[in-house]
């Protein structure tokens, strides 16, 4: 017997289940062959029972009740020498309109005599007229040149003097004391930066950490004092999770 290796059974290809269906390659796959012409020239498809039953019409409804055939139906003889009580008399009455009801004024309104001959005042004739408004002052062909407009500012306000509340309230308003404008993006730097020596304390932070002459170093690296160490009771107290948050993990 020939011994199979690990290598050989993990090669083979998945065996496909017995249920599998292939996926269809293109969008236009068919399930079946299309029905074709018979011998007769005919060609003849076939329905099972719940095709049969679904091109059938819809059944009415046992209650229902079609439209009449014409708006005028026959009035029986009992209907036309019924009389009615005086309950359906007073029922039957339109309803009566409101004391203060007014119609609908006509389009065509009657003017009376004395409005015909009546005289409108001086007055009256002054409201009626247009509203009369100044000539623009536009010259021709000189619209879009403002050197050649007249100034409409009088000589007496040009030879004006304000008072001194006037120059006050005209002066700009004045900086706070403390506001700093926004430094330059270059600004010169003084000698005294240039020429001053870092103090020793300052040199000691400047210096980069010391590995001990490790060039090797990997900072990635946990060191085994930190595998080997076991946390305080305070620390697993902490490290330990809310009672109220945790959940039972669910296994099925």
């Not at 095709?51 to 003889?77: C, F, M, N």
């Not at 000189?142 to 409409?152: C, F, I, L, M, P």
């Amino acid at each position: 017997q020939v011994e199979v290796s690990r290598i050989d059974v993990l090669s083979r290809p998945k065996p496909i289940p017995p249920g599998h269906i292939e996926d269809r390659r293109s969008v236009y796959w068919i399930d079946r062959p299309p029905p074709t012409v018979g011998p007769d020239g005919i060609t003849k498809c076939f329905m099972n029972q719940h095709q049969l039953q679904l091109v059938k019409v819809k059944a009415l409804h046992p209650e229902y009740q079609g439209d009449r055939p014409t708006p005028i139906w026959a009035v029986s003889l009992g209907a036309q020498n019924a009389r009615p009580r005086p309950r359906l008399s007073v029922l039957a009455r339109p309803k009566a309109l409101p004391p203060d009801y007014q119609p609908k004024r006509s389009v065509y309104s009657t003017v009376s005599d004395s409005t015909k001959r009546f005289i409108a005042t001086q007055r009256l004739e002054q409201l009626a007229g247009p509203k009369m408004y100044g000539e623009l002052k536009i010259k021709q062909d000189t619209e879009w040149d403002w050197g050649e407009w007249r100034s409409e500012i009088p000589p007496a306000a040009k030879n004006a003097t304000a008072s001194a509340r006037v120059e006050t309230l005209a002066e700009a308003k004045r900086w706070h004391p403390e506001f700093l404008p926004n430094r330059t993006v270059q600004w010169a730097v003084s000698d005294n930066t240039k020429t001053s020596i870092a103090s020793i304390r300052l040199q000691q932070l400047s210096r980069p950490k010391s590995r001990g002459g490790n060039d090797d170093f990997d900072p990635y690296k946990v060191p085994r004092a930190a595998l080997l160490a076991q946390a305080s009771a305070r620390i697993s107290e902490l490290s330990t999770p809310i009672a109220r948050k945790v959940r039972t993990k669910k296994i099925v």
